[in-house]
């Protein structure tokens, strides 16, 4: 089977700003990937790259074996984006049920409504987070730590195989972050693939599989334990940190 995402000699610049520079990169099923990186390290950016939203300079990406631009079974990755919760509108009184019916939409034709087959969908993806029972609510009237789930909801709601989340638990306690970073170790022993970029290394430790550290470069991709015996590698995520304490 090929890899799932298969990255090669990826450059990408904003204008003159040279942001990914030869990334290669191989995730496989199964993986559960944490991507480490100081701020403005291109961590979101090598993300859009992957979901087609931004287009490289050089070099490719492969989906599931074929090359991006002939991709176009979209639902089979979930996507998180980084600060959802942050974009909640505080009045506009959009309801669960209806965010994570966004998740499908990928999947339809026009006229896009939601038949009973999708509400069965969104129901269960719903389940799956524990909060199915408040689908009918506004979503500006849950916690940082609901909205959390219901984006995850919206981003698995197609049954993708691979879920991409970027900084999915910035502004959540981390009582929540826990409980949040276990429901993704259950999700992927159940065979889901994930890629997550994470400030939280400490709390994820007990699920992650594999780390990438970025810096324009991809300065390491390798084992989670790998990772945790090299100092040089500690040391990258702690000068990291003090980056993140600046802000
Ligand atoms: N839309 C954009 N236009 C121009 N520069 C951008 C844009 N988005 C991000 N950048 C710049 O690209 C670099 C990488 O950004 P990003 O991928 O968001 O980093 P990270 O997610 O690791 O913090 C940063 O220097 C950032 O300021
Ligand atoms: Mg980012």
């Known amino acids: 089977m090929p890899p799932l ?35 403005g390290s291109g961590k979101s950016t090598l993300l859009k790259l992957i979901l087609g939203l ?9 989906l599931f074996g074929k090359p991006l631009p002939k991709f176009d079974k979209w639902w089979l990755l979930g996507y998180v984006p980084q600060r959802a919760t942050a974009r909640v509108d505080p009045v506009f009184p959009v309801t669960v049920e209806e965010v994570v019916g966004f998740g499908l939409l990928a999947r339809k034709r026009f006229p896009r409504f939601l038949n009973s087959q999708d509400r069965q969908a969104i129901r269960k993806a719903l389940s799956l987070v524990e909060m199915e029972s408040f689908h009918r609510r506004r979503l500006c009237e849950l916690s940082g730590g609901q909205q959390q789930r219901v984006f995850i909801a919206r981003a698995i709601v197609s049954e993708p195989q691979v879920l991409l989340l970027d900084e999915p638990t910035t502004g959540v306690d981390v009582a929540t972050q826990e409980k949040f970073y276990d429901l993704l170790g259950e999700f992927n022993q159940k065979g889901l693939t994930i890629v997550i970029v994470t400030h939280d290394i400490g709390i994820v430790n007990k699920h992650v599989k594999q780390v990438a550290c970025l810096n324009r470069r991809l300065v390491y991709h390798g084992t989670h334990e790998e990772f945790c015996s090299s100092p040089r590698l500690k040391e990258f995520v702690g000068e990291h940190h003090l980056v993140i304490h600046r802000h």
Do not use: M, W
Not at 5 to 24: A, C, P, R, T
Not at 54 to 62: A, R
């Open 54 to 62: 931004l287009q490289p300079d050089q070099g490719e990406i492969y």
């Open 5 to 39: 995402i298969q990255i090669k000699n990826l450059y990408f610049s904003y204008g003159e700003h040279l942001v990914l520079e030869d990334i290669n990169l191989e995730i496989k099923a199964g993986d559960f990937l944490a991507i480490l990186g100081p701020n």
